[in-house]
């Protein structure tokens, strides 16, 4: 297709290298972009000096269970979309065409099962830490394992998701790099400390508006520079860009219906359903009914924020045709093409390049204050609290705090790490992305399988994790051992960012494909679509656990902390005698054992 003609004609290198042209950020853009952070800490030091003032733990970490649903869905929908999102989601549109939208159906399920599955559980068992129903369910071992592994992977990604939005806003416009890392890791350790999960809720609504106020300015001026929405619909279709259903069934291909309506499943639960930060938020909620409400409200957000991504991806095709920012050296990376392209849009409009900073920024401080706050939590309740059963409210919570703070000053470190690592930024992003799927499977192996003992989860979940770095480092190696001289050296990969945050799905920004043979054996591992790499984890942590808890003994109904067991093979092998379904321990009925399991842990809190 030919490239697309605009009414304005695209900065070239020498406008963007050169001292005459270059892009830069005027004064209203700069107002516009302290005032979310003006914001964010307004809002963080209300509930700093408002209602309880954050000074019981139940308040600081959660909101003294005292949310709506419409706060809790916005916040989760925040979470989720972070600045990789915001940045990676068009990138891939523009390269690959629309396949990726096909990544919504994936969502039907990744939020339903969470709903009806994972909250009730969760919620009745009265948590404030995931990683408590670990030791319910297991024992103390099992559940510091988890907690130990969560803390890993989002220390990682803490600071990649900092520095990455602030290298390509510096890449571009020139806009101090470290002046906007400080300025978000410090608005954001700031109202997260003082304000709690209640500001970290509330800052999450209000940059969710910001995020879709950017990106909507984005695609409303851009399909009005390229000639209306039919136009853009015209060259899209004209480009190749419109996919068709692919029903390609191999797991070496990165996107078709099977990875993204299939694979995507199996990473929506392992960000929605088990993940600390969204877990959190579900446990805020006043009512396990509007926790679960919360669900089904983000669901159409979700659906909204893709089909956002994928519009802003075709305006950006309709504006550039195939002779890209990238291949023309206008960037150096992928994740750069959309700042470029606001800014190039927006050039003769002050102000609407500050706005989609301000929508970036956003969902990097979303995704960010949500670590600080779930990492503060899990260190708290499972790491600190056990081996201190005499420490005061008071205490606690300033402890809380302090570990909220000490998380920024840490996610700072880590940003400044990250600008170290050069290619090496890859494997860490890989690293965050094998985390995911091994926990999802520790989860669903205490909740579905009444049998798993506590040997069995510790066997699975070293196993999974030694599978998925097995696979995931055997994928960096092999692709760095491959010359690709077409290749643009990129600070993402082609695995996911599983977790919260983030987020994460949107980690596409992806480097381009070159012609190679078809992989086999064990290449052909290394080669497996990253939306494969939750189940494929997750899979084998049960596989493993099952196999060695049957080993070593399985665990009897009796000996199962109430209400922690969800019956779902009761009800699906409801056609058999009751009789074997008690040997095969799967009648514990969830509802009607939670009273005493509420007592069990009241009684445990109390000794604590």
């Given at each position: 297709?030919?490239?697309?003609?605009?009414?304005?004609?695209?900065?070239?290198p020498?406008?963007?290298?050169?001292?005459?042209?270059?892009?830069?950020?005027?004064?209203?853009?700069?107002?516009?972009?302290?005032?979310?952070?003006?914001?964010?800490?307004?809002?963080?030091?209300?509930y700093?000096?408002?209602?309880?003032?954050?000074?019981?733990?139940?308040?600081?970490?959660?909101?003294d269970?005292?949310?709506?649903?419409?706060?809790?869905?916005?916040?989760?929908?925040?979470?989720?979309?972070?600045?990789?999102?915001?940045?990676?989601a068009?990138?891939?549109?523009?390269?690959?065409?629309?396949?990726?939208?096909?990544?919504?159906?994936?969502?039907?399920?990744?939020?339903l099962?969470?709903?009806h599955?994972?909250i009730?559980?969760?919620?009745?068992?009265?948590?404030?830490s995931?990683?408590?129903?670990?030791?319910?369910?297991?024992?103390?071992?099992?559940?510091?394992?988890?907690?130990?592994?969560?803390?890993?992977?989002?220390?990682?990604?803490m600071?990649?998701?900092?520095?990455?939005?602030a290298?390509?806003?510096n890449?571009?416009?020139?806009?101090?790099?470290?002046?906007?890392?400080?300025?978000m890791?410090?608005?954001?350790?700031?109202?997260?400390?003082?304000?709690?999960?209640?500001?970290?809720?509330?800052?999450?609504?209000?940059?969710?508006?910001v995020?879709?106020?950017?990106?909507?300015?984005?695609?409303?001026?851009?399909?009005?520079?390229?000639?209306?929405?039919?136009?853009?619909?015209?060259?899209?279709?004209?480009?190749?860009?419109?996919?068709?259903?692919?029903?390609n069934?191999?797991?070496?291909?990165?996107?078709?219906?099977?990875?993204?309506?299939?694979?995507?499943?199996?990473?929506?639960?392992?960000?929605?359903?088990?993940?600390?930060?969204?877990?959190?938020?579900?446990?805020?909620?006043?009512?396990?009914?509007?926790?679960?409400?919360?669900?089904?409200?983000?669901?159409?957000?979700?659906?909204?924020?893709?089909?956002?991504?994928c519009?802003?991806?075709?305006v950006?095709?309709?504006?550039?045709?195939?002779?890209?920012?990238?291949?023309?050296?206008?960037?150096?990376?992928?994740?750069?093409?959309v700042?470029?392209?606001v800014?190039d849009?927006?050039?003769?409009?002050?102000?609407?390049?500050?706005?989609?900073?301000?929508?970036?920024?956003?969902?990097?401080?979303?995704?960010?204050?949500?670590?600080?706050?779930s990492?503060?939590?899990?260190?708290?309740?499972?790491?600190?609290?056990?081996?201190?059963?005499?420490m005061?409210?008071?205490?606690?919570t300033?402890?809380?705090?302090?570990?909220?703070?000490?998380?920024?000053?840490?996610?700072?470190?880590?940003?400044?790490?990250?600008?170290?690592?050069?290619?090496?930024?890859?494997?860490?992003?890989?690293?965050?992305?094998?985390?995911?799927?091994?926990?999802?499977?520790?989860?669903?192996?205490?909740?579905?399988?009444?049998?798993?003992?506590?040997?069995?989860?510790?066997?699975?979940?070293?196993?999974?994790?030694?599978?998925?770095?097995w696979?995931?480092?055997?994928?960096?190696?092999?692709r760095?051992?491959?010359?690709?001289?077409?290749?643009?050296?990129?600070?993402?990969?082609?695995?996911?960012?599983?977790?919260n945050?983030t987020?994460?799905?949107?980690?596409?920004?992806?480097?381009?494909?070159?012609?190679?043979?078809?992989?086999?054996?064990?290449?052909?591992?290394?080669?497996?679509?990253?939306?494969?790499?939750?189940?494929?984890?997750?899979?084998?942590?049960?596989?493993?656990?099952?196999?060695?808890?049957?080993?070593?003994?399985p665990?009897?109904?009796?000996?199962?902390?109430?209400?922690?067991?969800?019956?779902?093979?009761?009800?699906l092998?409801?056609?058999?005698?009751?009789?074997?379904?008690?040997?095969?321990?799967?009648v514990?009925?969830?509802?009607?054992?939670?009273?005493?399991?509420r007592?069990?842990?009241?009684?445990?809190?109390?000794?604590?």
């Amino acid at each position: 297709s030919s490239p697309s003609v605009s009414n304005q004609t695209p900065l070239s290198p020498t406008d963007i290298m050169g001292d005459v042209v270059q892009m830069h950020f005027t004064t209203p853009d700069y107002v516009i972009f302290a005032l979310l952070l003006v914001a964010s800490t307004c809002i963080g030091l209300f509930y700093a000096l408002s209602g309880g003032r954050q000074r019981t733990t139940q308040e600081f970490l959660l909101a003294d269970r005292s949310m709506s649903c419409l706060p809790v869905s916005l916040s989760l929908l925040a979470t989720f979309q972070s600045a990789v999102a915001i940045l990676g989601a068009p990138s891939e549109i523009y390269t690959y065409g629309t396949q990726y939208w096909f990544l919504g159906v994936s969502y039907f399920l990744g939020l339903l099962i969470p709903a009806h599955v994972f909250i009730p559980v969760f919620y009745r068992l009265r948590l404030t830490s995931a990683y408590e129903y670990l030791e319910l369910r297991f024992n103390k071992t099992v559940r510091i394992m988890g907690t130990v592994t969560f803390i890993f992977q989002m220390v990682i990604y803490m600071g990649v998701v900092l520095y990455a939005p602030a290298l390509a806003l510096n890449a571009v416009t020139g806009f101090d790099l470290w002046g906007a890392v400080l300025a978000m890791g410090l608005v954001c350790t700031l109202y997260t400390t003082l304000g709690g999960l209640k500001a970290v809720i509330w800052t999450d609504v209000f940059q969710t508006i910001v995020m879709f106020a950017g990106q909507l300015a984005v695609i409303i001026v851009g399909a009005h520079q390229a000639g209306g929405m039919g136009e853009v619909w015209r060259k899209a279709m004209n480009g190749s860009r419109i996919a068709s259903l692919d029903l390609n069934p191999d797991p070496t291909e990165r996107h078709t219906f099977w990875t993204l309506g299939v694979g995507g499943v199996f990473l929506m639960l392992a960000l929605y359903g088990v993940n600390q930060a969204q877990v959190q938020r579900y446990l805020s909620s006043r009512t396990e009914r509007e926790a679960v409400m919360s669900c089904y409200v983000v669901f159409p957000c979700q659906q909204v924020v893709l089909c956002l991504g994928c519009l802003m991806g075709l305006v950006m095709f309709a504006r550039y045709g195939e002779e890209s920012p990238l291949d023309k050296g206008y960037v150096k990376t992928n994740d750069q093409m959309v700042l470029y392209f606001v800014m190039d849009v927006f050039r003769d409009l002050p102000g609407l390049p500050g706005l989609f900073v301000a929508c970036l920024f956003s969902g990097a401080l979303s995704t960010i204050s949500s670590a600080f706050n779930s990492l503060a939590t899990v260190t708290m309740e499972d790491l600190i609290k056990p081996y201190c059963p005499a420490m005061t409210e008071a205490k606690a919570t300033l402890l809380s705090k302090g570990l909220a703070l000490a998380y920024g000053l840490v996610c700072l470190t880590m940003a400044y790490v990250a600008s170290l690592m050069g290619s090496v930024l890859q494997a860490a992003f890989s690293i965050f992305g094998m985390v995911g799927g091994p926990l999802l499977g520790l989860f669903c192996l205490g909740m579905f399988f009444p049998w798993a003992n506590s040997t069995g989860a510790i066997v699975g979940l070293v196993a999974g994790l030694a599978m998925a770095f097995w696979i995931g480092i055997g994928n960096f190696v092999s692709r760095m051992a491959v010359p690709t001289p077409l290749l643009p050296i990129i600070n993402a990969t082609t695995m996911p960012l599983r977790g919260n945050m983030t987020t994460a799905v949107m980690t596409t920004l992806i480097t381009s494909i070159t012609a190679k043979p078809k992989p086999t054996g064990v290449q052909a591992l290394y080669n497996l679509s990253y939306l494969w790499y939750s189940a494929h984890n997750s899979t084998t942590v049960v596989i493993v656990g099952l196999i060695v808890s049957l080993l070593t003994g399985p665990m009897k109904e009796k000996d199962l902390t109430p209400g922690t067991v969800y019956p779902v093979l009761g009800n699906l092998l409801f056609f058999l005698p009751e009789r074997y379904r008690e040997k095969l321990c799967c009648v514990t009925p969830l509802s009607h054992k939670v009273p005493s399991c509420r007592l069990a842990h009241t009684v445990q809190e109390t000794a604590l």
